[in-house]
Nanobody, 122 residues
Framework: VQLVESGGGLVQPGGSLRLSCAASGLTFSSYALGWFRQAPGKEREFAAAISWNGGGSTYYTDSVKGRFTISRHNGKNTMYLQMNSLKPEDTAVYYC???????????????WGQGTQVTVSS
């Protein structure tokens, strides 16, 4: 199983980025997916999650609600995180994860990507 994130980079406050997570080696449509992030000097934390069928349940941590949107395209084996109105406190390494149970904690997820850096700074 391989999960590969892309789309990170440097963006000014108020800007937008779209992260992608391409998956291979698993039955993508059977898995719940999540985005986690780890800021410098902090523990990794939950950001967003989406159920296996996309149109079902989505969850967001309070700090990103209304600014981030998680989505998935099962035909392309890809998950996305659209991030708008970015703030300096969104600066982190963003990781995608896949698991058979939808949840907001790391123990719900069996497979992880290597992460992509997002830096929000002027």
């Amino acid at each position: 199983v391989q999960l590969v994130e892309s789309g990170g980079g440097l963006v000014q406050p108020g800007g937008s980025l779209r992260l992608s997570c391409a998956a291979s080696g698993l039955t993508f449509s059977s898995y719940a997916l999540g985005w986690f992030r780890q800021a410098p000097g902090k523990e990794r934390e939950f950001a967003a999650a989406i159920s296996w069928n996309g149109g079902g349940s989505t969850y967001y941590t309070d700090s990103v609600k209304g600014r981030f949107t998680i989505s998935r395209h099962n035909g392309k084996n890809t998950m996305y995180l659209q991030m708008n109105s970015l703030k300096p406190e969104d600066t982190a390494v963003y990781y995608c994860a896949a698991g058979l149970r939808l949840g907001q904690t790391e123990n719900h997820y069996d497979y992880w990507g290597q992460g992509t850096q997002v830096t929000v700074s002027s």
